[in-house]
């Protein structure tokens, strides 16, 4: 699989809930970071016209 990097930036809080929750999930940031975006509904195809 090929990867691509994204940075983004976090409050102080929310990077220590990540930090945290990770830890206590015995995961990685970035796994717990793809199983939410995992959860997200798949978006919708535009149709050419819809681009106008």
């Not at 409050?11 to 997200?40: G, N």
């Amino acid at each position: 699989m090929k990867t691509k990097q994204l940075r983004f930036r976090l409050s102080d809080r929310r990077f220590s809930k990540l930090q945290l929750y990770a830890a206590q999930a015995d995961k990685t940031m970035t796994q717990v970071i793809e199983e939410l975006l995992d959860t997200l509904p798949e978006p919708k195809q535009l149709k050419k016209d819809d681009c106008n």
